[in-house]
T-cell receptor, first 118, second 118 residues
Framework: KAGVTQTPRYLIKTRGQQVTLSCSPI?????VSWYQQTPGQGLQFLFE???????NKGNFPGRFSGRQFSNSRSEMNVSTLELGDSALYLC?????????????????FGPGTRLTVL | AQTVTQSQPEMSVQEAETVTLSCTYD???????LFWYKQPPSRQMILVIR??????QNATENRFSVNFQKAAKSFSLKISDSQLGDTAMYFC???????????????FGQGTRLTINP
């Protein structure tokens, strides 16, 4: 099975612009989560989509948005870019795992999109 | 809100040695999952090991094992017979379970940069 893919891998933008990042989950996975990784703040949860619905959202401003399509592919958009938005943006797709009587979702990460805002 | 703390920003050991990475967390939940993820330089994040809080037995995966102390809210990772390929950032992460399908958000620690020297 192909892994999680993210495009583009690298992106350079200037302040005030907007950007769209794309994530294709592992085939059959219906959940996609997005994380922002920076040296200062570490890994922070942005949002999660399941069956085209945003089900969970992190503590980020409204400039950060996302959506999921019927084929489970997801995009995230950042409008009015700021210098502080420079980061590695990771996407993870999720499959259900059963351990005894418990069910949890194991997340598989993509390689990330490195966004640089100048 | 849950928090995860990794108190060792960097560690360095010689090949074949054993190394232990520390992680503590704070939660009021009784049931949850804990993970160690590995992020090699310029490569994607992969799951190393998982622990369910309701299981008293410590998880092991080949050379990787954990010491899970629920009362102390401690979750350390031991890497035995370390190899050059173990060089990476290691993240401890917490997940609260849910009955719903789809991913629950991961709360990550700040990471420990581990270098294995030849």
């Amino acid at each position: 099975k192909a892994g999680v893919t993210q495009t583009p891998r690298y992106l350079i933008k200037t302040r005030g612009q907007q950007v769209t990042l794309s994530c294709s989950p592992i085939s059959g996975h219906r959940s996609v989560s997005w994380y922002q990784q920076t040296p200062g703040q570490g890994l922070q949860f942005l949002f999660e989509y399941f069956s085209e619905t945003q089900r969970n959202k992190g503590n980020f401003p409204g400039r950060f948005s996302g959506r999921q399509f019927s084929n489970s592919r997801s995009e995230m958009n950042v409008s009015t870019l700021e210098l502080g938005d420079s980061a590695l943006y990771l996407c993870a797709s999720s499959s259900i795992r059963t351990s005894g009587i418990k069910v949890y979702n194991e997340q598989f990460f993509g390689p990330g999109t490195r966004l640089t805002v100048l | 809100a849950q928090t995860v703390t990794q108190s060792q920003p960097e560690m360095s050991v010689q090949e074949a040695e054993t190394v232990t990475l520390s992680c503590t967390y704070d939660t009021s939940e009784n049931n949850y999952y804990l993970f160690w993820y590995k992020q090699p330089p310029s490569r994607q994040m992969i799951l190393v090991i998982r622990q369910e809080a309701y299981k008293q037995q410590n998880a092991t995966e080949n050379r990787f094992s954990v010491n899970f102390q629920k009362a102390a809210k401690s979750f350390s990772l031991k890497i035995s017979d370390s190899q050059l390929g173990d060089t990476a950032m290691y993240f401890c992460a917490f997940m609260k379970p849910t009955r719903e399908q789809g991913a629950q958000k991961l709360v990550f620690g700040q990471g420990t940069r581990l270098t294995i020297n030849p």
